[in-house]
């Protein structure tokens, strides 16, 4: 039995408990890599070496003894914490995202619009070869949300040399809706677009992607749909939703955050939208009900009088099924790193589809404990943690792509 009344407690007992607890904290926030061992990404980029090579060689903040731990910050431990602050953050200005973009808008073949947000400005020298990233945000974001200024700002500096292209959806982040079409989590056919546009512009820029949550899922399954034909050399998905009824069924869940963060955060934006575009979409093939869409609460039902409808899906379940991208894991041959918490409260931590990680050698998964979903918020004052990973991450993929060049050019 405990005695509650011991009058004692050793100090140097205590400061060794307290070491040891230490210890095992900063255990469980290292970053776990789930990946195969063996096997060549892209002979092209990496010299026959598996992706896990590469980062073991070049990504510290991934894979040192060290370096490669993300403890949150410590009044947001937690994953509901973490979404929570990341959505509350999304507008603020800071030193991590202060920065100006230079817009292009693109006139699609079906007359749909999106918007790229340049980071730093483009320039119209089509030989200019410093790599591009083509960043893809989540659902009814945009390229103003905090976290995308920070990896466009983190990514653009001077120093780092890459330029960022942020592609705004149609209809979102004040692009104008041109056509009946929506954007989906299943459609890969704007990005394929947005990534053959760059690269006949910049034909001799290496390209890489980044997305985040929708616009990851939209990533992996472009990636997977391309196979070895990706043009793309490298490719990071955040907070990848790699299993969509699971996450659709994780949305509609009955909790709190759900019913005062996300539901009504989701759901407002989708009827403003609508709203905001009414004189296009009452046009729509789609016949929408838009009196049930004014009425709708929950994504479900949006997903279901909306997305399903204008795809030709029986309701969000079958839209949810078709977008998933774990099937198309499989194919991928791009170097790509997928980052996702144990703790996220929407692409839950049982729909990574880790074995798919293990089997093929493209591919690898860091795996945190803490991050929620879009916040990995690190340090006193919050920081997020990712955009040293990702900057080594391409940083790797570029060193080998261009020793790759060299040979081929000294042969």
Same mark, same amino acid.
């Given at each position: 039995?405990?005695?509650?009344?011991?009058?004692?407690?050793?100090?140097?007992?205590?400061?060794?408990?307290?070491?040891?607890?230490?210890?095992?904290?900063?255990?469980?926030?290292?970053?776990?890599?789930?990946?195969?061992?063996?096997?060549?990404?892209?002979?092209?980029?990496?010299?026959?070496?598996?992706?896990?090579?590469?980062?073991?060689?070049?990504?510290?903040?991934?894979?040192?003894?060290?370096?490669?731990?993300?403890?949150?910050?410590?009044?947001?431990?937690?994953?509901?914490?973490?979404?929570?602050?990341?959505?509350?953050?999304?507008?603020?200005?800071?030193?991590?995202?202060?920065?100006?973009?230079?817009?292009?808008?693109?006139?699609?073949?079906? =007359?749909? @619009?999106?918007?790229?947000?340049?980071?730093?400005?483009?320039? #119209? /020298?089509?030989? +200019?070869? *410093?790599? %591009?990233?083509?960043?893809?945000?989540?659902?009814?974001?945009?390229?103003?949300?905090?976290?995308?200024?920070?990896?466009?700002?983190?990514?653009?500096?001077?120093?780092?040399?890459?330029?960022?292209?942020?592609?705004?959806?149609?209809?979102? =982040?004040? @692009?104008?809706?041109?056509?009946?079409?929506?954007?989906?989590? #299943? /459609?890969?056919? +704007?990005? *394929?677009? %947005?990534?053959?546009?760059?690269?006949?512009?910049?034909?001799?820029?290496?390209?890489?992607?980044?997305?985040?949550?929708?616009?990851?899922?939209?990533?992996?399954?472009?990636?997977?749909?391309?196979?070895?034909?990706?043009?793309?050399?490298?490719?990071?998905?955040?907070?990848?939703?790699?299993?969509?009824?699971?996450?659709?069924?994780?949305? +509609?869940?009955?909790?709190?955050?759900?019913?005062?963060?996300?539901?009504?955060?989701?759901?407002?934006?989708?009827?403003?939208?609508?709203?905001?575009?009414?004189?296009?979409?009452?046009?729509?093939?789609?016949?929408?009900?838009?009196?049930?869409?004014?009425?709708?609460?929950?994504?479900?039902?949006?997903?279901?009088?909306?997305?399903?409808?204008?795809?030709?899906?029986?309701?969000?379940?079958?839209?949810?099924?078709?977008?998933?991208?774990?099937?198309?894991?499989?194919?991928?041959?791009?170097?790509?790193?997928?980052?996702?918490?144990?703790?996220?409260?929407?692409?839950?931590?049982?729909?990574?589809?880790?074995?798919?990680?293990?089997?093929?050698?493209?591919?690898?998964?860091?795996?945190?404990?803490?991050?929620?979903?879009?916040?990995?918020?690190?340090?006193?004052?919050?920081?997020?943690?990712?955009?040293?990973?990702?900057?080594?991450?391409?940083?790797?993929?570029?060193?080998?792509?261009?020793?790759?060049?060299?040979?081929?050019?000294?042969?």
């Amino acid at each position: 039995m405990f005695d509650y009344g011991a009058p004692y407690s050793d100090p140097a007992f205590s400061g060794i408990s307290l070491l040891g607890s230490m210890r095992k904290y900063g255990n469980r926030c290292r970053v776990q890599i789930v990946s195969a061992a063996l096997g060549p990404p892209r002979a092209d980029s990496t010299q026959g070496e598996s992706i896990r090579t590469l980062l073991e060689a070049d990504c510290p903040s991934l894979t040192d003894a060290k370096q490669a731990c993300m403890k949150p910050t410590p009044f947001l431990r937690g994953g509901m914490l973490q979404s929570l602050y990341s959505t509350m953050r999304a507008l603020k200005r800071d030193k991590y995202s202060d920065i100006s973009y230079d817009r292009e808008t693109k006139i699609l073949s079906d =007359g749909g @619009t999106v918007s790229l947000d340049w980071y730093p400005a483009r320039t #119209s /020298d089509s030989a +200019d070869a *410093r790599p %591009i990233a083509i960043v893809m945000s989540g659902v009814g974001g945009s390229s103003y949300e905090y976290h995308i200024r920070c990896l466009s700002k983190s990514l653009g500096k001077e120093s780092a040399g890459y330029r960022v292209a942020v592609m705004n959806h149609r209809g979102m =982040g004040r @692009t104008p809706l041109t056509s009946p079409k929506i954007y989906s989590a #299943s /459609d890969t056919c +704007d990005f *394929r677009d %947005i990534v053959n546009y760059i690269q006949a512009s910049y034909p001799n820029a290496p390209l890489l992607g980044v997305g985040f949550s929708l616009g990851a899922n939209v990533l992996t399954k472009y990636l997977g749909e391309q196979g070895a034909e990706s043009p793309l050399s490298a490719a990071v998905a955040i907070c990848c939703p790699f299993d969509m009824s699971l996450t659709g069924r994780s949305l +509609d869940a009955d909790t709190f955050l759900n019913n005062k963060l996300f539901q009504p955060h989701l759901v407002a934006t989708i009827k403003r939208f609508f709203q905001r575009n009414s004189e296009i979409l009452q046009n729509s093939p789609a016949n929408y009900d838009w009196d049930a869409i004014m009425k709708a609460t929950r994504m479900s039902q949006i997903d279901t009088l909306v997305t399903a409808r204008d795809y030709g899906q029986r309701d969000c379940w079958e839209h949810y099924r078709v977008a998933s991208s774990t099937p198309y894991v499989d194919g991928i041959r791009t170097p790509y790193l997928a980052i996702n918490s144990m703790d996220d409260p929407v692409t839950r931590y049982e729909g990574i589809p880790q074995a798919k990680f293990r089997s093929n050698p493209c591919i690898a998964l860091a795996l945190l404990r803490h991050g929620g979903h879009l916040g990995f918020f690190c340090g006193l004052k919050p920081k997020i943690w990712y955009l040293t990973p990702v900057t080594e991450f391409f940083d790797a993929v570029m060193k080998r792509k261009l020793n790759a060049s060299k040979l081929a050019v000294s042969l």
